[in-house]
């Protein structure tokens, strides 16, 4: 592909990168006013992010590993007379109303994170259209400034071709 063809080329698309730039803004203007501020999740939502944060910490992790080895140890060391000899059924009870009741909270902490990514991806998606469209217009504006510095230097080109010229039948006329 020559120079040329691609110049008209860009020329050709460049109507269609500025419609979708001048729209694109317009949309992100729009939102920018209409949305404000971010709005505060609401209370379960913010439960469910704290709840998740506490149960995934490792201080969690750590506590939640040392009252299990009090409770084993504690029921072990009494012996028959313990509030949950072995097999440690209450214990098991126990873990499990947890297991049952922090896994949905964590998911539904998951999912409100989910929505949040989802639309950071959507708003670097709209940069990235924005600044692929910014990139294509300068490529248009350098190759509108090559090819008139290619005139240029053809007309100077020519000029001084036509000045050897002028000497050199000058020259030959002598």
Do not use: C
Not at 78 to 99: C, E, K, V
Not at 102 to 127: E, H
Request: proline share 5%; hydrophobic share 45%; charged share 20%.
């Amino acid at each position: 592909m020559n120079q040329q063809t691609a110049t008209n080329g860009v020329r050709h698309m460049a109507p269609t990168y500025r419609q979708h730039l001048r729209a694109t803004i317009a949309r992100a203007r729009k939102r920018r006013r209409t949305l404000g501020p971010a709005p505060r999740p609401p209370f379960g939502a913010a439960l469910a992010d704290a709840v998740a944060a506490i149960v995934g910490s490792w201080r969690f992790i750590m506590i939640q590993t040392g009252m299990i080895s009090a409770w084993i140890l504690g029921n072990a060391l009494f012996g028959s007379g313990s509030w949950d000899p072995y097999p440690f059924i209450l214990l098991n009870l126990l873990l499990s109303f947890q297991a049952a009741y922090t896994a949905p909270v964590i998911m539904m902490s998951q999912n409100r994170q989910a929505d949040v990514d989802r639309d950071r991806a959507l708003a670097d998606y709209q940069v990235n259209i924005r600044a692929e469209a910014e990139i294509a217009l300068l490529h248009e504006k350098i190759d509108l400034m090559r090819e008139r510095e290619l005139l240029e230097l053809t007309q100077l080109l020519k000029a001084a071709l036509a000045r050897i010229d002028s000497m050199e039948g000058r020259g030959a006329s002598a």
